[in-house]
């Protein structure tokens, strides 16, 4: 059990069933169903998502004022966030989350053991909720479905949400491509997936031994060819664009991560590409 803390509103989030719809719904903003990938890598993480209604970050591993930056860089402004949604307490994930979170009045969604873990870093919150794995919420019109992943971090989460027919499924920091998570990806429209890195790289590369055996254990990182395994597993027809995310700047490089990840795709309409640390990727719109 976590002791209250001042500082935080703690609420368990509904349940997809017990949130009646508006009668009239929100007013659309000017884009619709879409994703950017503001940060990804070990130095921070940030995903934006909207379905046009709602906007919220996945993680918020930057500094706020980077955030602010990168949004501003794709005409997003994070006045109009509505959320911020964590997957797991690592720094590289929450850094931003309580100055975002202070700044612009936003609720943050994490379960119960990963606010325990994040207490220290994230300060005081005004208006924090919990989740819990294997049970879809609603943040506002977004139907958000955590599902459990095998990280060495207290409880993380991988995320699935649709809109309009369209599905996207995001899992990074996975030790290893559980069956939960070959089922949450299933049917996809655009898939962030984790190619974290090359196993000759790391081997050879400059981190040391305890660092290697985690990275590459059961809770630590996919390789790019497990990644691709488990793309192989999932991918469709309707599966539009895949995202290569977390990679290594020291054992893994885009053009391997590419190279290798790109052979289990075997038609010609889905478009892979890798989301890098230092650079936020393009606005995509699935709807």
């Not at 709602?54 to 955030?67: P, Q």
């Not at 994070?78 to 609720?107: C, K, M, W, Y």
């Amino acid at each position: 059990m976590i002791p209250a803390q001042r500082a935080y509103n703690v609420q368990a989030v509904n349940m997809t069933h017990d949130i009646p719809f508006a009668e009239e719904p929100p007013k659309r903003r000017e884009y619709s169903f879409s994703v950017c990938m503001l940060a990804s890598g070990s130095k921070g993480n940030a995903i934006f998502i909207s379905d046009g209604f709602t906007s919220i970050l996945v993680d918020a591993g930057l500094s706020g004022i980077e955030i602010e930056r990168r949004l501003r860089m794709r005409n997003l402004s994070p006045e109009n966030l509505d959320a911020i949604l964590v997957s797991h307490e690592h720094t590289d994930h929450i850094q931003g989350v309580g100055v975002l979170s202070r700044r612009f009045d936003l609720p943050v969604y994490m379960s119960r053991k990963t606010q325990g873990a994040a207490v220290s870093q994230l300060k005081r919150i005004q208006n924090l909720k919990n989740f819990e794995c294997g049970s879809a919420f609603r943040i506002k019109t977004l139907t958000i479905h955590p599902f459990s992943i095998a990280h060495d971090a207290e409880d993380p989460a991988g995320f699935s949400m649709e809109c309009d027919g369209a599905k996207i499924g995001i899992a990074t920091d996975l030790g290893i491509a559980t069956s939960v998570v070959k089922e949450h990806l299933k049917g996809s429209t655009l898939l962030i997936l984790e190619a974290n890195h090359d196993p000759d790289m790391l081997i050879e590369g400059p981190y040391p031994w305890p660092l290697k055996q985690r990275i590459k254990g059961r809770t630590g990182h996919l390789s790019n060819e497990e990644s691709k395994r488990l793309l192989k597993e999932v991918t469709h027809a309707g599966l539009k664009h895949v995202i290569l995310a977390h990679l290594s700047e020291k054992n893994n490089t885009p053009e391997k991560a590419l190279s290798e990840v790109g052979q289990a795709i075997t038609n010609g309409t889905t478009r892979l590409a890798v989301a890098t640390q230092h650079q936020c990727g393009a606005l995509l719109r699935l709807k």
